[in-house]
């Protein structure tokens, strides 16, 4: 026979005394424990039960007994739908999770954090968590500085669930430095790129800046660059154009953007790690962490995606891009840039 | 030994003398006939011919004698180097292209068109057209209104080149018909979607509406609706929700948005063709054309992102999406709505 929780309006939680501490949080992670054999629900929890049937009912202040629709119909807040929906799916899934909040945890994980998912097997009292989880509708804008290291949950608009990991990120990489760079190669721009004519082959195979101009005999190959490329390569005097006529005509052709890539474009030279486009796959860059040479060049490992520390992604846009990612077997970075500082996050799908 | 050609400024074009006609016209496919053996060259042409070498050089009305680099530099317009690198491209795949005006060509194609590219074997005389060709800068935006059926090429940031082919289309499909919904069955508005308490199996089985809420024994199975599939479901009295309240969720979440999806997503059941969500591919839906049973989904073939017909693309997000429905085996379609009137536009990659 089942039990039937009270709900203390007050608190904003759900009593159910009997057995229940055994029966719910002992055995299978529920609620936290009160004084005796009763223990205290979040209403999501009470929800699931009542969904499962194994709560028969909750009794409200009024004497209304509730069963699952009329409880879930009174649940006010615009996220408990959402919320159920990812409680009831990481149960089913055979995880325990709690609400992320005292007393369900101690030390609850800070942030904008839902629940805490505690390892396969573990539950509430065994003091590891494996996940600090949110949850978001797929109409919840995520602004780029609510970004945490953890799990987002996106519910989409017909109640499937996407799980990212979402973690700080520290890129590095071995390739050729750019200690044998060429000295003042002629070079034209051409509205939004620049020829750099016959430098050394090194600039092309060992670096990978550029891109050949194919069709042609020749000895050294002449490259078509990058307004990016040769803004970086000019500033090294490289090639002999005036930084400043580059970097005008990239901020006339991308505006704000420009100083924004170039910065990113920078650090990840300066990491050793080669940038190249990744208009492809619709990102800013494709990166490659070990460049020795183009001709044995491996797999590019990462998409980076820029945006200015102030972004506010849309959880579509995330979709997009780490499916994306995904399907060509590359991780799915955002670069987040303010006056040159870059932070770093990678996003990547989870199945919990 | 190679030939000269010399710039008439005024006409915008380069004539070359001697055998040319022979040499380049006719078996090569440049330029258009003058009289005698005398040829005229767009300087797209003239330039490519320069670069490989095959002629020496283009004296302008100055008399200086301009190689490909000196050509290159002086060519003013911002879309030289873009529509030269395409030109080189097909050229160097085994294609004869045109400018696509006259006298190159009879009948240019209309709309913004460069080239006019022929069939394999096929030049500038045999009559016959195999793609229209539009070639822009991956910076170049581009209007929803000017799409017109044929193929777009576009030149990254580092000069590589993709090609779309755009096509006009128009989905059809043979999905269970609406003709058995149920009447009036119980809902619940929870936020921003919907259950439908324990429908006729038919309902999910048969015509795909909603999603089954797992983990729980049910006779029936209880469904969470889409906002658009509720209203759309309320529209024809299937379920006990009012229309107007639907809509005016919808429109609280999505604002302006809602309304073009509900347009696209009617248009498409009444073209029997099933729409789902295409969160998890970052697009508005994906589509079954052939439903009999949800049991027996075949896949779905189509990723639709709707669109407002002023919507302006950004070249990096067609590459995005239509790189990511290549991706999963699906076309990538864009429905533009203006005021309830739909207009649909296939892009898909092409490798000429």
Same mark, same amino acid.
């Given at each position: 026979m089942g039990l039937e929780g009270r709900f203390d309006e007050d608190a904003g939680v759900i009593r159910v005394g009997s057995d229940a501490r055994q029966r719910y949080h002992d055995s299978r992670g529920y609620g936290y424990p009160l004084?005796?054999?009763?223990?205290?629900?979040?209403?999501?929890?009470?929800?699931?039960?009542?969904?499962?049937?194994?709560?028969?009912?909750?009794?409200?202040?009024?004497?209304?007994?509730?069963?699952?629709?009329?409880?879930?119909?009174?649940?006010?807040?615009?996220?408990?739908?959402?919320?159920?929906?990812v409680y009831a799916d990481l149960r089913s899934r055979g995880f325990y999770l709690s609400p992320a909040a005292e007393p369900w945890i101690d030390a609850p994980p800070e942030g904008p954090t839902d629940f805490a998912v505690f390892p396969r097997g573990k539950g509430p009292g065994d003091g590891e968590i494996e996940h600090a989880l949110r949850v978001i509708s797929e109409r919840t804008d995520v602004p780029a500085t609510d970004l945490e290291d953890g799990v987002l949950a996106v519910v989409d608009e017909e109640s499937e669930i996407t799980y990212f990991d979402v973690s700080p990120r520290d890129p590095t990489g071995s390739s050729n430095p750019d200690s044998s760079l060429p000295n003042n190669c002629e070079a034209d721009l051409l509205t939004d790129r620049v020829i750099v004519w016959e430098p050394p082959r090194d600039l092309y195979e060992a670096t990978f800046y550029g891109q050949p101009l194919e069709g042609r005999e020749y000895e050294e190959p002449t490259l078509q660059c990058s307004l990016l490329e040769a803004t970086y +390569?000019?500033? @090294?005097? *490289?090639?002999?154009?005036?930084?400043?006529?580059?970097? %005008?005509?990239?901020?006339?052709?991308?505006?704000e953007r420009f100083g924004r890539r170039l910065a990113v474009y920078t650090e990840l030279r300066e990491r050793e790690i080669v940038p190249k486009t990744g208009y492809k796959f619709g990102a800013d860059f494709r990166t490659y962490a070990d460049v020795e040479s183009v001709e044995n060049l491996g797999h590019s490992e990462l998409l980076?995606?820029?945006?200015?520390?102030?972004?506010?992604?849309?959880?579509?846009?995330?979709? +997009?891009?780490? @499916?994306? *990612?995904?399907?060509?077997?590359?991780?799915?970075?955002? %670069?987040?840039?303010d006056d040159g500082e870059i932070e770093w996050w990678s996003l990547e799908r989870l199945t919990p």
């Open positions: 004084e005796g054999n009763e223990i205290a629900l979040a209403p999501v929890e009470a929800a699931h039960l009542l969904y499962r049937g194994d709560l028969d009912a909750v009794v409200d202040s009024s004497g209304n007994r509730l069963n699952f629709r009329s409880f879930a119909a009174r649940e006010p807040g615009e996220r408990f739908g959402v919320r159920f929906l +390569l000019a500033e @090294r005097d *490289a090639i002999d154009l005036e930084v400043e006529t580059l970097r %005008a005509r990239g901020e006339a052709v991308e505006g980076i995606r820029v945006h200015p520390d102030d972004h506010v992604f849309e959880p579509r846009d995330l979709a +997009l891009d780490v @499916r994306l *990612a995904h399907g060509v077997r590359k991780t799915m970075v955002f %670069a987040l840039v």
